[in-house]
């Protein structure tokens, strides 16, 4: 027997077409529920190409979750470098320098955030 979505032979005790995957029960045929992917294989079968169109499925950009291993360790530089300040009784300019070094890093860190944030884009297709 035909398939009603591809046209290609099947078994008549198929449920679903082992061409296209269209679903072959009678409830399904009368509502015309199918789903994307079917659609898609069901007009490339028709067009005899057997290739699938180029579908985007999923678009992001760059996370703030991919930097934790960063924001972790400047957190801990800062903490450390700090702690060494107060333990070796450092004085004013060598406390302006400490916390400047401190602002450079985290500085940094935004910029090259800011930048991966709005520079990276990607596209998840089938």
Sequence with gaps: ?????CGQQ??????FCPHCGGKLSAEDEQSGSTTPQQ???????RAGDKTLPEVE??????SKFAMIG?????GVLSLISIGVGLFSNIT????????????????????RYFYFRFSRHYTLTN
């Design 70 to 74: 960063a924001w972790v360790g400047a």
């Design 57 to 62: 499925l999923w678009h992001g950009s760059y």
């Design 39 to 45: 659609k898609l294989r069901s007009a490339a079968n």
């Design 10 to 15: 099947i078994p008549k005790q198929s449920r």
């Design 92 to 111: 004013g300019l060598a406390w302006l320098s400490l916390i400047g070094i401190n602002a450079l890093v985290w500085a940094a860190l935004l910029a």
């Design 1 to 5: 027997m035909p398939c009603p979505h």
